[in-house]
């Protein structure tokens, strides 16, 4: 219990403080040094407590197996980049700027699990942020880092990120074994099951996701590289919002739905908690061996429904006004639709490859997510048994983002965008963008990546670019 309270008198001296912006990276490295030894200090003094599974275990799931009540895990990331300087004739308010100083990123996260009752628990993932993105986080539709929030400050900041309820329901006699992770509690679970999730998470925890890029903790970094980009989800500014999701798993199959929150208005920070605006996601997924290799291929359709502005109403607006269209002005109650598909097959011993395609609409303004109305990604992950370094990894990915020509006669009369949006946009170009990575494994906690981008046609604009971004990861586990 003390444990818990400790916790909270944390989070009560962190809530709500004022995030002035200025340059205090050496004392926020500081205090996440601090929240990270203390936090280790609690993982070593916490007694973790089990209990055994009762009678009603399949015998198909083997030994009576240990059951974790609670469960105690926690996260640490740094991500530095940087890029040269690189060719820019002009620049408007949402541009990638020309020279910049490195920017970093940095989040503490403490995964922490209770059990309620059978098939049903509780998790609380407190997190501490401090940095920046490159430019704001502006000037590249696939922006090149995932640990990127698009809110920033040099002095560290507590958020809730996740609180959620989830309960399983047994669909069947078969089981298996769970290890314990990260909002995951160690035990059994059973093979067919529904699921239901509900309280504040992010929607790409359960949707979209994929084994070879979606976390960039730990692999690809670039936005339209670990997620859809096409794939407008609901989220604050931080990625997370309020919902509720089903998923329904039988044999080789699971079939996904969703209802949740969008912000109060686009790219703001908070979520309207009334569902005044909301987003419904359904997603089917198929599990297969090709060749006796495991792959699976998802597909997932969205509406998002809201206050939501049409490109072609703020250009309008623009040309009886005179002025630059700006689609904060013209927006009614309107629906937003669009698709994904993500696949991923392991093609060899420790070789995985994947592949997205995602597009939307075309006419709405980018709501929660970034402005890309279609995508297409690919890439490998190649584990390092070649030579000799088992644990590590390198990527390697593709990725291509286009607009509608409606979003391109948008942004070419002045509109800005939520990332993008340089003034004009006379000569448009796809953005095409390279990233590749190596993952050092230094232990089973600790791990360095190397990350490379070269970006073309940033923010979909010929005329400036093409940028290179160098960046550094490292990555704790506890």
Same mark, same amino acid.
């Given at each position: 219990?003390?444990?818990?309270?400790?916790?909270?008198?944390?989070?009560?001296?962190?809530?709500?403080?004022?995030?002035?912006?200025?340059?205090?990276?050496?004392?926020?490295?500081?205090?996440?040094?601090?929240?990270?030894?203390?936090?280790?200090?609690?993982?070593?003094?916490?007694?973790?407590?089990?209990?055994?599974?009762?009678?009603?275990?399949?015998?198909?799931?083997?030994?009576?197996?240990?059951?974790?009540?609670?469960?105690?895990?926690?996260?640490?990331?740094?991500?530095?980049?940087?890029?040269?300087?690189?060719? &820019?004739?002009?620049?408007?308010?949402n541009s990638l700027q020309v020279s910049e100083a490195a920017m970093e990123t940095v989040d503490v996260t403490l995964f922490l699990g209770a059990r309620l009752w059978r098939g049903g628990a509780l998790y609380f993932n407190p997190e501490v942020d401090q940095g920046y993105g490159l430019s704001n986080t502006l000037g590249v539709a696939g922006f090149p880092s995932?640990?990127?929030?698009?809110?920033?400050?040099?002095?560290?900041?507590?958020?809730?990120?996740?609180?959620?309820?989830?309960?399983?329901?047994?669909?069947?006699?078969?089981?298996?074994?769970?290890?314990?992770?990260?909002?995951?509690?160690?035990?059994?679970?059973?093979?067919?099951?529904?699921?239901?999730?509900?309280?504040?998470? &992010? /929607?790409?925890?359960?949707?979209?996701?994929?084994?070879?890029?979606?976390?960039?903790?730990?692999?690809?970094?670039?936005?339209?590289? /670990?997620?859809?980009?096409?794939?407008?989800?609901?989220?604050?500014?931080?990625?997370?919002?309020?919902? /509720?999701?089903?998923?329904?798993?039988?044999?080789?199959?699971?079939?996904?739905?969703?209802?949740?929150?969008?912000?109060?208005?686009?790219?703001?920070?908070?979520?309207?908690?009334?569902?005044?605006?909301?987003?419904?996601?359904?997603?089917?997924?198929?599990?297969?061996?090709?060749? &006796?290799?495991?792959?699976?291929?998802? /597909?997932?359709?969205?509406?998002?429904?809201?206050?939501?502005?049409?490109?072609?109403?703020?250009?309008?607006?623009?040309?009886?006004?005179?002025?630059?269209?700006?689609?904060?002005?013209?927006?009614?109650?309107?629906?937003?639709?669009?698709?994904?598909?993500?696949?991923?097959?392991?093609?060899?011993?420790?070789?995985?490859?994947?592949?997205?395609?995602?597009?939307?609409?075309?006419?709405?303004?980018?709501?929660?997510?970034?402005?890309?109305?279609?995508?297409?990604?690919?890439?490998?992950?190649?584990?390092?048994?070649?030579?000799?370094?088992?644990?590590?990894?390198?990527?390697?990915?593709?990725?291509?983002?286009?607009? &509608?020509?409606?979003?391109?006669?948008?942004?070419?009369?002045?509109?800005?965008?939520?990332?993008?949006?340089?003034?004009?946009?006379?000569?448009?170009?796809?953005?095409?963008?390279?990233?590749?990575?190596?993952?050092?494994?230094?232990?089973?906690?600790?791990?360095?990546?190397?990350?490379?981008?070269?970006?073309?046609?940033?923010?979909?604009?010929?005329?400036?670019?093409?940028?290179?971004?160098?960046?550094?990861?490292?990555?704790?586990?506890?």
């Amino acid at each position: 219990m003390q444990f818990f309270i400790d916790i909270f008198d944390f989070v009560a001296c962190l809530v709500d403080r004022p995030r002035p912006r200025r340059a205090a990276r050496r004392r926020g490295r500081l205090w996440l040094a601090c929240l990270l030894g203390l936090a280790a200090g609690w993982t070593t003094a916490a007694a973790q407590t089990t209990q055994t599974e009762g009678p009603g275990t399949s015998a198909s799931a083997g030994p009576v197996a240990p059951v974790e009540a609670f469960s105690f895990h926690g996260q640490f990331t740094n991500v530095t980049q940087e890029h040269p300087s690189f060719t &820019s004739p002009y620049q408007g308010a949402n541009s990638l700027q020309v020279s910049e100083a490195a920017m970093e990123t940095v989040d503490v996260t403490l995964f922490l699990g209770a059990r309620l009752w059978r098939g049903g628990a509780l998790y609380f993932n407190p997190e501490v942020d401090q940095g920046y993105g490159l430019s704001n986080t502006l000037g590249v539709a696939g922006f090149p880092s995932g640990e990127a929030y698009k809110v920033g400050d040099w002095t560290p900041y507590y958020r809730t990120q996740r609180l959620f309820l989830r309960q399983a329901i047994a669909l069947g006699e078969t089981q298996s074994r769970v290890e314990s992770g990260a909002n995951m509690l160690g035990g059994i679970e059973p093979d067919d099951r529904l699921t239901l999730t509900v309280g504040k998470f &992010s /929607v790409v925890d359960i949707f979209d996701t994929n084994a070879y890029a979606h976390d960039p903790r730990a692999d690809f970094l670039n936005w339209s590289v /670990v997620d859809s980009a096409a794939f407008d989800y609901a989220a604050d500014s931080w990625g997370y919002t309020l919902g /509720v999701a089903v998923e329904w798993v039988e044999g080789g199959w699971t079939l996904r739905g969703g209802y949740f929150a969008l912000s109060t208005a686009p790219n703001v920070e908070t979520i309207d908690t009334g569902f005044g605006q909301h987003s419904m996601v359904l997603e089917a997924e198929r599990r297969f061996q090709f060749m &006796s290799r495991p792959g699976a291929i998802r /597909v997932l359709g969205y509406v998002d429904r809201g206050r939501i502005a049409r490109y072609d109403d703020a250009l309008s607006q623009a040309a009886t006004s005179d002025t630059a269209p700006d689609v904060s002005q013209v927006r009614h109650d309107a629906t937003k639709s669009g698709w994904a598909m993500n696949l991923e097959q392991q093609v060899a011993n420790g070789i995985g490859w994947f592949a997205r395609l995602s597009a939307n609409d075309g006419q709405h303004e980018a709501f929660d997510f970034t402005d890309v109305n279609r995508s297409l990604a690919t890439g490998l992950a190649i584990q390092g048994a070649a030579w000799n370094r088992n644990d590590d990894t390198v990527g390697v990915a593709v990725a291509v983002n286009a607009l &509608s020509s409606a979003a391109r006669a948008y942004f070419a009369a002045g509109g800005p965008g939520i990332l993008i949006g340089d003034g004009r946009l006379p000569n448009y170009g796809r953005e095409r963008i390279l990233e590749s990575y190596y993952l050092l494994r230094v232990n089973a906690k600790l791990n360095l990546s190397a990350d490379l981008q070269h970006i073309s046609n940033p923010a979909y604009n010929r005329d400036r670019g093409p940028v290179l971004v160098y960046g550094v990861r490292l990555h704790a586990e506890f």
